[in-house]
Every structure is written in structure tokens, then in C-alpha cells.
């Protein structure tokens, strides 16, 4: 399966287009980490059996504290509830990371669902990419300590949040992509805006891999 | 615009996250098909509509998507604490049942 | 420089002489400086009349210096960008201002309700009410002349160019008030290492003593000490200043909104369009501390709303912070000491300066700093009654009893130009009432107050004049102390720095109780005194509305309008509430107060709506495939957030014809549609059986691997909620689709069910809803489509049937394919990664290029469906149909063991009736005719209103297949109506009434097209 063959749900922007490196003109700077790979894993974080096997087919320890993400290499494990996380991995470690989870999981309560399809991220930096924030969610990020992540608001819509590289990583819904990425840019606009290269944007991301 | 505590969360975030999920302890009788009409159209229908301690039930839409139990004055709005479905059930248990 | 005629050079005032500019107020052009108000600078060319009453058509002129104002109302700026109803007091000038009055028609010198004043004694309160009342029908022609002739602002017709935004904070205290106590309260929570917010909704901080610079305060001047104050406050990095931010709400558990003004004060051509014009912050606080002032109310007398009559404060504020003298040869009436700083700063600055004073004994310091400044004195004094036209010329003084509100004697006629009143203080307690906190009277204040530590248990408190601290060392020693507790409140050690509060003030003589000045006549034979300017409410009014038996303040205040408008009352209600408790024969404390309500100021809709609105209003949800539609010239309707490709018209179709060629082209060759939008739910555990025999009214026990089934979802109360195909993935696993509507709604439904009453069944649900994109490939050559891109699944129909579904690989990328159909037709909906939705629709519509495949949108898709009698839940539902209503029972699994969702209601004895409306087809004796969606369906045509209703048209198009109309109702024992013993009655013949017509039918089976339901087969 080629990545050409596909377009993430902000391909309409042509981000890539406006793009130019991150620099001191503007107060926000957004890019898109697109194409990774979305998997919904549900199991309950009191089963050890389950939290063993999860954390071993993971290569992370399955984060069971509320609200934390736990990272590893290029695999990120959002916890969602105590029976739901959420796997964000590169393309090209789906497939296998899915067949690890299911075979891992055998036997025990548990869903594993590829979601990939479902999801972005958008990767938000600069002096005022708080202040975006206190714009559109109603969370307070001054709560919002590296490691952690949660559920909220964005507008009118939803989004996961948690940091990420000195800056914030927004994880949200295909259908709403549109939207947040408008919203956005609305918030930002009055800071400067600029759309960051994707090659800074998933700076992070290969930093890690 | 109150502020909710997610039992499973644990924080305190605002009445956005959250639906209102109705009255709580509202069980489904256990053989609906020997209730008579009057009882199925108790637990169809009937709700307490208090001005005062309201046991209520909330879903935390944007973050756990879980159910809890919410103790709130519907008067005043004073919420008197949160708890997962089970655990309101025995803080509930313990005041009789009702506030 | 020349200055205008009542501008004067006041070293401390905050105006900034050496950058003078210009004007237009009313056509005319006047000169200002930098940092006046709208009203300060028309006062500094000497204008006095610029409005008129709401009522009566009276002259009035600018009373107050802020929020308080009721009469200064103007309309700012034109077209687009025009703002109605600002009061000239809170507008910042800036070159190029144009604004505005918004009152007096025709003109302002002829005003068509003057006439009406002058007969004012027979309007009295209610009289709308009571003249207007008969014929109701013609209500709405009077009122469109009052309402034109009461005046007020217009709303702009274009859309507003600016842009608008919101924002969340939290912090650990807010400060409402940037005057001395909040000032001192931010302080010593920002000393104390809290996250602060600091708001004041004027342009600097410094509240009250921007107008009082003479004061002192621990050996500073008040400039002094409040530039070492702000300075302090803005090197502490914990602490956030707003200003031009006024907090106009308080509600549940200290959420406070807030408006900013970001630009207003820019000249037009200097704002910039990526800026915010005012922005709303919404201000979630663990502890608010209000210092938000207090208002000078007026004292009431006769013609006390003529131009030139002012509050005696707003006086004050005028001279020092403006450098405006409001008069050359003032006269000032006091129940207090209040004014006399005012007047001393008055007289210094060469203003002829008369001092009436309502109590006999005053305080001996302020009368010996009064002589010395040169001010007459009029001890024991009241005004009788002001006179004047547009402009106070002089005031007829009366002698007062030294304790009952009497007059005695006469007293001299003075003679002035400017007219300044304090009847005390009214504290600004509207934000600590606004979310069930109640002020209280203290009788030694004569205010309503707020009290300091009242709703401490709800983290709210309240210092300096808010609670009734009116002097300046009291209310800062109080405002420390306060905001200690509140520091300590949240675990912090109190700010003990010592502080030097020392003021020279000299110690407060109480003030008289009094707010109708006597005027030694019966009320309503002397001069009209008027209580609420902006609504002209009188002091007759007040008396009148209780001796019409208004007890409740709440209905006085309807009754005669007190407290109403863009004012709110700042500067009436006290007053209202003394006269009305005067005539009730009750002690002001039980006439008690009228509610305060959110919002304190008027707030624009476009700070309101914030950045909800234009193209990010709500949420519009896009497929993966919205791309090629646009290409293609979808036109797109919204469905549950969704946009949908509603049709695609070709060049000069409109949407029958559209429709009609995509319907034909779908059943003669191939069509496809967007089907992406349904929602998805997967759903996996060895209990999954189980859980959907609970949640749907069909049996899935027996469902293989493989295959796929329809299934009715119903609320507890029996009635039909949502549809969709469930499909067996393997053994424990299922793929639910919900419709596109219902996805959110039927995911929180299961969750719940799964939560509260099954948490024991093994089964975890995830919305797939936006993983999985999905193209319905539909019509007779819909396999040969297919087959060009799918090599690796058998799609023969022997291997491949219907209702079953297949994974494998379309068009080089991983698919699953669900040989379902909601047209009757042969087809397949190809689902892939919503990142290969585009892909896979081009590599479609590619492949099925040499059979025409014609995408179509929503509408075709109504029109297949309904040929076919397919529901759409929602449209041919209503939240009152069982699956028996819509002749379903086919898909009701009675026998399984579980009392599943909704069975138990079956018995229910409405529910179980056999007389139920019931879903049927109609047809019309004219096939041209297309009955309207929603027309009620009646037994006859001709009948005597009120009709009896049996049902309505749910669904109804024209049918390109058939060549002609169909359409789905339900009907009030539809069911029997349509059988042979029905038909031989006569009883399946019925009629649609809608815009006044009724139109023949008949009741059919609602199966339209291929009964036999052979074509989806093949």
C-alpha cells in the first residue's frame, strides 16, 4: 500500500504549498503530522493479563494513570478512559503493530480497532500557541504538564491535546479536520500565523524514531 | 457553566466537556415482561423533577466518554460530589437511597 | 492654543493636551483631545442638549461620566461598522469620530412628543398600556410611530467587517475594578504569588481617583501613589491587567464573561482587519474579588432632568480627569459629604461655586476647606424645582425641616448655569447578585451593599465602595485585609507588608436620608421630578402604579419601566425603591430590590457569537471523497453536520431533471453515491450477540461470519430510533452503521446501556465513523464495475449473495464489500481507509466511465428509496412509530429470550391498539400530482373545520421510473384501510390537505417499484 495513494483529511489545504520554516515573524506556526497510523485499543486497565500483554505487544508500558501518554520511539499511547487508549504509530508499523496487539491479546477481554483512517494530528508552536489554545478549548493548559493528555473541547468540535516539542499536539477526527484547522487559524491569525514545513512540524516525530 | 469532577479523569473541567445523561439509579425492573402497565410506566416515565439534591448521571463526552454520578442541587447548583456509576450507587445507598 | 469655551488646563487631568483632534457629532464638527469621552468633549464646547425623552419628548443633556448614563445615547460610525444606543460617556474619541444622536424626530429641536409633554399629566404610567389596548389589531401601527418617535439607534444592515473572538482563562483570583481597593486586592494577591486577573472597563486603571488627584493617600498624591501601584502590578509576572474590559456576567461556580474593547478606540483606517475588534473572555476563577465601585445616585427634584443637571461626581470626573468645567457658575445639592472635595477642586479651578446642603449640621472641616475655597454655603437647603428650557438657568431653593423631609421656608433663587446632585452612593453589587447573592440595606449608608465576606463559602469577596467602604483609608485598609483572606483562602501566607493608608480626609458626618427633595407641594401639582431618566419615569408614576395596587417592586418596576433600558437603572433604582417604599407605607429594606441580571453593560452580538460565525459557525464535516463531488458540481446539503452532495445538476438542469437522469441512469446502468457519512460502529466481545439482541428489535444469534442483516433500533418506549445494517465480521465481532444523523446519538446510547445496566457482557464498542469511507456502486452493471478493480473476490452471485459481504482488495488498496442495497438495485458499498476514499472513488468512476456511472447524490437516493418503500428513520418517523406502526413486524424478533429495548412497551395499551397511524403508499388520481411533504391526510374533501386529522404525507416525489407521483403517509389505521375489506369500503380513498387544497388518494401497499424484490437479487 503506497502513501500516494493517499490524503490526509487537511490534503485540501495544501499545506505543503504554504509552508516555510518556523522563524521569530510569527507568534503561531501549525503543520500537519499526516498519515500515521490510529489504533482504538479498549481492555481494562485492572486486568494485569491485559495490561502485560498490551504493554509487551506495544514495546510501552500501557499508561493506566489517567489523563498520561506514554511514548516510545515513534509510538504514542494516549490513556482515554480506564478501558481506553489510543495508539498513534508511523504507516509503515501499523499492520504489525495490530497483528502484535491481537495476537498478544488472545483469549483476553479486548478490542483492538484500526482506526488510521479516523484521525490527524496537527502539530501547533510559537511564543503564542497557548494563547491559540485559551482560544479555542476550555481546558486549562497551565494544567497541562509534559506527559499528559486529555479529552476536550475546540471550538465546537473535540480534540485530544497534549505537548509536544516544545510546542502542542492536537489529535482529532478526520470529518472535523476542516473545522479545527479554520478554527484555528482564526485564533491564530491576530498572532501571526504561519504554516509550518512538514519537516519541522514532525521534527519530534523522527526525532524519536 | 459549573465546573464537573471526572471520576475516572480525575480533574475538575468545565460543564462543556460534559452531556447530561438524566436521573441516576433509574434501573431497568428485571422482568419487564411480568411488570404490569403501571410499573413499566413508572420506570418509562416517572422522575422526580426535585428543586433540591438531585442524583444525576453525566457523560464525559470529550474526554472518557464515561458515565458518572453527580450529586447537584438543582437550585443552586452546588454540586456535593461525583463518583463512577458503582461508587455513587453506595454514596447513594448510604443516605437511603435519596437526599 | 485656544481652548473651547468649558475646556480648562488641569494639570492632572488624563486628556493629553498636545494632541488635539476633531470630531463629528450630529454633522458638526468639534474639537478634542486625546483621551476625552465622546461627552467630555461636546461638554467642553459647552453643549447641552442632545437627546430627547423617551416619553415625553423633554430636552435632556449628559447626566452621568460612565455606564450610569441614561440619556447621552448615540449612534456611532456609519454603514457596516455603525454601532446604535453607546452612551457618548463610555465612548473614546479618535480622529475622525462621526456619531450620532438617537432620539428626537422629527428634529431635535422639534420633537413630535414635546406636544405629548406638555399634556404629560395625562400619560402617566401605564398609559401605553391603557390607551393602546383597543383594537389589538392596530397595536402594531401605533407601535411602530412610538417606537419611531421614542427614538433609539438603528441596527446596521450589512454584515459586520469586523472579527470578534473568545477566550478561556483560569486563574487563582480575579479582580473586578481597577480602582483603589482593586488595585490594593491585586496586589496582594499577586504579592502573594497567585495567578491574577486584574479587569477595569475603563481605559486606564485608577477608578475614582482619576477623578479625585487632590486626594492623598500615605503622604503620596493620589497620581503618585497610583503610578507606583500599576507599576508594582505590572512587574509581578503572575498578574494579567485587562483593560477596557468590562465583566458584565458572574454565573455558577465564579465563571465570569467579560467584554474587551480592542479597537474601538482606533480611528477607522488604523484598525486592522487581522485584529479583533472586542473579544469576550470567559474567566474561570477559584476566587473573585469585586471591587467594582459604586455609583452617585441623584437626589430627586423638580425638573431635575433639564440639560445641564448632572450627577455631582460626574462633575468631578469631568474637571479633573477631562479638564472640562461642566459650568461656569454651578450649583451643587448634597445629602452627604461626598461632593465637597469636588466642589473645593471646582472652585480652584475658577468656577463659581453654590453649595447647597441638605443637613443642618456638616462637618466643620469640609465647611472651613469650602469657605476657604471661596464656595457659598446653603446649610439646611433643598432645591424646590430647577428651571430652564434646553439649558438649567437657575434653581429655586426651599428651607428643610432639620429632620422630616419638609419644606419650612423658601430660599433664594439661584442662578447657574450647571446643576450637580449626590443623593449617596449605590454600590455596584450586580455582579456579586447575579447568580443568587442578595444585597442588603444599611441603613447608617443609605445603600444597598454588598457585604465583604457574604458569599465567602462560594470564593467571593467584596471590597472598598462595592461594600459600602466609601472612604478612601478605610476602604484600602479594608480591601488588604479582605484579600488576605481570600490569599490565605487558597493556602497562601498573607501579605503582611505594611502598607500607609493614611488619608487627610476628615472623618464622615452621616448624610441625610432623603431622595425626593420636598418641594412644599402636593406630589403631581409641582414640577414633574423624574427618577429614571431613560425611561421618563416620575415620581407620580411610582406613587400611581401603587395606588393601582402594585405591591411587588418587581411588578412596579414593569409596570412603570423603572430600571429598564440601556442603563439598567444604575442610576434610578435606589431612588424607585425609597419613593416606592414612601408610598407603600414599608421600610426601603422589605420594598427589598429588583433582580440583577446579567449582562451589567450591553455587550454587541459580535462579541457574543465570537468566532462562531461565517464559515466557522459550527462544525461542517467533510468525506474523504468531497473533492471529486465538487469537481463533479455537486451542490451539497447539510445532514447531521455533513455536507452531502445533494444532487449533481449538468449544465442547465435544474434539480427534477437532475434527479430524474441520475434516478434513471442508477437503474439502467450504474450510479454511485457518498455513502461515508453513515455512522460506524465496531463492536467486539464473545457477549456481542447478545448485546445487539438487547439493543435491536431483531434476532442476531444466528448471523455467520460473512453475512449481513437490517436491523430496527427502538427506545424503551417501542418506537423505531434508528436503522442501519449490522454486519458479522466473525464470530465475536460486528460492524454496526447507524444513520448519518443518529451516529453520535445511537454511540452514546450503546455506551450507556454497555455502562449503567451491562457492565458484565464482554463487549467494547469504537466509532468507526470516520475510519471507513464508503462508495455505494448501485444499478444493474454495478458488479461489472466492480469486477474491473477487484480481482481477489468472487463477486458471482452465486459466490458473493445478497445481504453478504466480503474482504479483499478494490483498486489496489484493503476493502470490505457489503452487498446491501437501499434502492432495490444490485449493488455493492466498498469501504476503505478514509485515506483511500478518494482514490478508490476516482479508480470507480473510472472503471465505470464505459457504462455511464452517474454519481448522485442525497435527493436520488430519497426517490430510490421511497420506490422502493425503504424508511428513512426520522422522515417517515416521527419518535411515535413501533416497527408494527411501519408494517415492519418482519423485523421484530419476538421470540428471543431477552426482554430486548422496547418490547415490553408492545403491551402497552396505546402502543398495542390496532388503530394506530400507520405507514402506507398514497397515490394520487393524477400522476402529475406530487402531494406536498407534511399535508394532513382527511376523509373528506369537503368538511366543516375543525377536521378530523388521520395522518400526513411523510415522504413524496415524483418517480422517473413509474413516471409518476408516489408517496409514503401515515395513516390513522392505515393498514386495514388498504386491505380488501378496507377497499371494499371505500375506506382506502382518502385526502391531502395542504395550501388550502385537498387531493384524492388512495392507499397502497408502499412498495412502489419491484415488489418481489427480485432486482437486488440477480
Request: hydrophobic share 40%; glycine share 10%.
Amino acid at each position: 500500500m503506497s502513501k500516494s495513494l493517499m490524503q490526509s483529511p487537511l490534503h485540501h489545504f495544501d499545506l505543503a504549498k504554504q509552508a516555510v520554516k518556523p522563524d521569530g515573524r510569527h507568534g503561531v506556526w501549525a503543520g500537519e503530522l499526516p498519515l500515521a497510523g490510529y489504533i482504538a485499543l479498549r481492555g481494562d486497565s485492572a486486568t494485569p493479563a491485559f495490561v502485560e500483554a498490551a504493554s509487551s505487544a506495544l514495546g510501552v508500558p500501557l499508561p493506566v494513570t489517567p489523563c498520561t501518554l506514554a511514548q516510545s520511539g515513534a509510538v504514542k499511547v494516549a490513556w482515554i478512559s480506564p478501558d481506553e487508549w489510543l495508539v498513534v504509530c508511523p504507516r509503515e508499523k501499523l499492520g504489525a503493530t495490530i497483528a502484535a496487539l491481537e495476537r498478544a491479546l488472545e483469549g483476553i477481554r479486548s478490542q483492538v480497532v484500526d482506526n488510521s483512517g479516523g484521525y490527524t494530528q496537527v502539530l501547533l508552536t510559537g511564543a503564542n500557541a497557548s494563547d491559540v489554545l485559551a482560544h479555542c478549548t476550555v481546558y486549562d493548559i497551565a494544567h497541562l504538564d509534559p506527559g499528559k493528555v486529555v479529552g476536550t473541547t475546540f471550538g465546537k468540535s473535540a480534540t485530544l491535546l497534549h505537548r509536544q516539542d516544545r510546542g502542542f499536539c492536537l489529535i482529532f477526527r478526520r470529518s472535523f479536520a476542516d473545522y479545527l484547522w479554520r478554527f484555528m487559524v482564526r485564533a491564530a491569525t491576530p498572532y501571526g500565523f504561519g504554516v509550518a514545513l512538514r519537516e519541522d512540524a514532525s521534527a519530534a516525530e523522527r526525532e524519536t524514531a | 457553566m459549573f465546573l464537573l469532577s471526572c471520576p475516572h479523569c480525575g480533574e475538575k473541567r468545565e460543564e462543556e466537556e460534559f452531556a447530561y445523561g438524566g436521573e441516576a439509579f433509574i434501573a431497568r425492573p428485571a422482568d419487564p415482561e411480568t411488570l404490569d402497565d403501571e410499573g413499566w410506566g413508572d420506570y418509562l416515565f416517572k422522575r422526580k423533577n426535585t428543586k433540591g439534591w438531585h442524583w444525576e448521571m453525566w457523560g464525559h463526552q470529550t474526554g472518557c466518554r464515561k458515565f458518572f454520578i453527580v450529586k447537584r442541587n438543582t437550585a443552586s447548583h452546588a454540586i456535593a460530589g461525583s463518583w463512577t456509576l458503582a461508587e455513587g450507587r453506595k454514596a447513594y445507598d448510604a443516605e437511603g437511597g435519596a437526599a | 492654543m485656544k481652548l473651547s469655551s468649558h475646556r480648562l488646563k488641569i494639570a492632572t487631568a488624563r486628556i493629553d493636551y498636545d494632541r488635539p483632534l476633531s470630531i463629528s457629532f450630529d454633522g458638526k464638527s468639534f474639537p478634542a483631545f486625546a483621551g476625552d469621552t465622546l461627552a467630555s468633549a461636546l461638554l467642553a464646547s459647552g453643549t447641552r442638549m442632545l437627546a430627547r425623552s423617551f416619553k415625553y419628548g423633554r430636552p435632556r443633556g449628559i447626566i452621568g461620566a460612565g455606564p450610569e448614563e441614561p440619556n447621552a445615547l448615540v449612534q456611532l460610525e456609519q454603514g457596516p461598522q455603525t454601532v446604535p444606543n453607546l452612551k457618548a460617556t463610555q465612548v473614546e474619541v479618535y480622529s475622525g469620530l462621526t456619531a450620532r444622536r438617537t432620539t428626537g424626530w422629527p428634529s431635535l429641536g422639534v420633537d413630535a412628543k414635546s406636544l405629548g409633554g406638555r399634556f404629560s399629566r395625562f400619560m402617566p404610567a401605564g398609559f401605553y398600556y391603557k390607551t393602546f389596548k383597543y383594537p389589538a389589531a392596530l397595536w402594531p401601527r401605533y407601535e411602530h410611530i412610538i417606537r419611531h418617535a421614542a427614538g433609539y439607534g438603528s441596527a446596521p444592515v450589512e454584515n459586520d467587517p469586523d472579527i470578534y473572538d473568545h477566550m478561556h482563562h483560569h486563574v487563582q483570583v480575579l479582580v473586578v475594578g481597577g480602582g483603589a481597593s482593586g488595585l490594593v486586592a491585586a496586589l496582594t494577591a499577586g504579592q502573594a504569588g497567585l495567578r491574577v486577573l486584574l479587569l477595569d472597563e475603563q481605559n486606564e486603571l485608577g477608578g475614582w481617583l482619576l477623578s479625585q488627584p487632590n486626594a492623598n493617600i500615605g503622604g503620596k498624591t493620589a497620581p503618585a501613589w497610583l503610578k507606583a501601584a500599576i507599576d508594582e502590578l505590572k512587574s509581578l509576572p503572575n498578574v494579567r491587567i485587562l483593560t477596557r474590559t468590562s465583566a458584565f456576567a458572574l454565573h455558577d461556580m465564579n465563571m465570569i464573561q467579560a467584554a474587551q474593547s480592542l479597537q474601538d478606540n482606533l480611528p477607522l483606517a488604523h484598525r486592522s482587519t487581522d485584529q479583533p475588534r472586542q473579544r469576550l473572555h470567559r474567566i474561570r476563577a477559584d476566587r473573585v474579588i469585586l471591587a467594582s465601585g459604586a455609583i452617585e445616585r441623584p437626589l430627586v427634584y423638580g425638573n431635575n432632568d433639564l440639560p445641564g443637571i448632572f450627577t455631582a461626581s460626574a462633575m468631578t470626573t469631568y474637571l479633573n480627569r477631562y479638564g472640562v468645567a461642566c459650568g461656569h457658575n454651578v450649583l451643587l445639592l448634597t445629602s452627604n459629604d461626598h461632593v465637597y472635595q469636588g466642589a473645593i477642586d471646582m472652585a480652584r479651578a475658577g468656577i463659581k461655586v453654590t453649595l447647597a446642603d441638605t443637613r443642618a449640621d456638616i462637618n466643620a472641616t469640609w465647611e472651613q476647606r469650602a469657605a476657604a475655597a471661596g464656595i457659598a454655603l446653603y446649610k439646611g437647603y433643598g432645591i424646590a424645582q430647577a428651571h430652564g428650557g434646553r439649558s438649567v438657568h437657575s434653581a429655586q431653593l426651599a428651607k428643610l425641616d432639620a429632620r422630616d423631609n419638609r419644606v419650612t421656608g423658601s430660599g433664594p433663587l439661584i442662578s447657574c448655569d450647571a446643576i450637580g446632585s449626590s443623593g449617596g452612593l449605590s454600590p455596584t453589587v450586580h455582579l456579586f447578585c447575579h447568580d443568587g447573592g442578595r444585597p442588603h440595606w444599611d441603613e447608617a449608608l443609605l445603600a444597598y451593599v454588598a457585604p465583604a465576606l457574604g458569599r465567602e463559602k462560594a470564593g467571593i469577596y467584596v471590597v472598598g465602595a462595592a461594600c459600602g467602604e466609601f472612604g478612601l483609608a478605610s476602604s484600602l485598609q479594608q480591601s488588604r485585609g479582605v484579600s488576605n483572606k481570600a490569599v490565605a483562602s487558597l493556602g497562601k501566607a498573607e501579605v503582611a507588608t505594611a502598607l500607609d493608608f493614611g488619608s487627610d480626609e476628615p472623618a464622615v458626618t452621616p448624610a441625610r436620608r432623603i431622595f425626593r427633595v420636598p418641594d412644599g407641594k402636593k406630589e403631581g401639582y409641582g414640577a414633574k421630578a423624574f427618577v429614571d431618566y431613560q425611561n421618563d419615569v416620575a415620581v407620580t408614576d411610582i406613587q400611581l402604579a401603587v395606588r393601582e395596587n402594585y405591591k411587588s417592586i418587581e411588578h412596579i418596576k414593569r409596570y412603570t419601566a423603572l430600571g429598564f433600558g440601556t442603563d439598567q437603572g444604575k442610576l434610578s433604582n435606589v431612588n424607585g425603591f425609597a419613593i416606592a417604599a414612601d408610598a407603600l407605607g414599608q421600610h426601603i429594606s422589605e420594598v427589598g430590590t429588583t433582580t440583577y441580571r446579567p449582562a451589567y453593560s450591553p455587550v454587541t452580538f459580535g462579541t457574543l457569537a465570537g468566532a462562531h460565525e461565517g464559515d466557522t459557525f459550527e462544525p461542517k464535516r467533510y468525506t474523504a471523497m468531497h473533492a471529486s463531488h465538487v469537481a463533479r458540481g455537486a451542490l451539497f446539503e447539510p445532514v447531521g453536520q455533513w455536507l452531502r452532495p445533494w444532487y449533481f445538476p449538468k449544465a442547465r438542469e435544474d434539480m427534477h431533471a437532475a434527479v430524474r437522469r441520475e434516478c434513471l441512469a442508477t437503474r439502467r446502468s450504474v450510479g454511485m453515491m457518498d455513502a461515508s457519512t453513515l455512522g460506524k460502529i465496531d463492536i467486539r466481545g464473545k457477549d456481542v450477540r447478545e448485546f445487539l439482541n438487547r439493543v435491536y428489535a431483531n434476532a442476531w444469534t444466528n448471523l455467520a461470519p460473512g453475512k449481513c442483516r437490517y436491523g430496527l433500533m427502538l427506545d424503551e418506549n417501542g418506537m423505531v430510533f434508528d436503522d442501519g445494517v449490522t454486519s458479522c465480521i466473525s464470530d465475536n465481532h460486528f460492524v454496526m452503521t447507524t444513520t448519518t444523523g443518529g451516529a453520535a446519538r445511537v454511540m452514546t446510547w450503546l455506551e450507556k446501556w454497555h455502562q449503567t445496566e451491562w457492565p458484565d457482557l464482554d463487549v467494547y464498542l469504537t466509532s468507526v465513523t470516520d475510519h471507513w469511507a464508503t462508495a455505494a456502486v448501485v444499478g444493474p452493471n454495478s458488479r461489472k464495475v466492480l469486477q474491473k478493480v477487484c480481482s481477489d473476490i468472487d463477486l458471482s452471485s452465486d459466490a458473493f449473495k445478497f445481504m453478504d459481504w466480503r474482504a479483499g482488495t478494490v483498486a489496489g488498496v484493503p476493502a470490505r464489500v457489503f452487498r446491501i442495497s437501499f434502492s432495490g438495485e444490485l449493488a455493492f458499498e466498498v469501504n476503505v481507509d478514509a485515506t483511500h476514499g478518494h482514490h478508490v472513488w476516482e479508480a470507480l468512476m473510472e472503471a465505470g466511465r464505459e457504462f455511464d456511472i452517474t454519481p448522485y447524490g442525497t435527493e436520488t437516493m430519497h426517490v430510490l428509496r421511497a420506490e422502493k418503500g425503504f424508511i428513512i428513520v426520522g422522515q417517515d418517523t416521527d419518535g411515535s412509530m413501533t416497527p408494527f406502526d411501519l408494517d415492519m413486524g418482519w423485523a421484530v424478533g419476538m421470540k428471543k429470550p431477552y426482554s430486548f429495548i422496547g418490547k415490553r412497551s408492545f403491551k402497552r395499551s396505546d402502543t398495542a391498539r390496532s388503530d394506530r397511524k400507520q405507514l402506507v403508499g398514497l397515490l394520487t388520481d393524477d400522476p402529475a400530482e406530487v402531494l406536498r411533504e407534511g399535508a394532513q391526510i382527511i376523509e373528506q374533501a369537503d368538511f366543516k373545520p375543525p377536521a378530523k386529522m388521520l395522518g400526513h404525507v411523510t415522504s413524496s416525489y415524483h418517480s422517473p421510473e413509474l413516471g409518476r407521483s408516489i408517496a409514503m403517509a401515515v395513516v390513522r389505521d392505515g393498514i386495514a384501510r388498504k386491505s380488501p375489506d378496507g377497499q371494499k369500503a371505500g375506506r382506502d380513498i382518502v385526502y391531502a390537505w395542504a395550501g388550502g387544497r385537498a387531493v384524492r388518494a388512495k392507499i397502497v401497499p408502499y412498495v412502489f417499484v419491484d415488489p418481489k424484490g427480485e432486482r437486488q437479487n440477480v
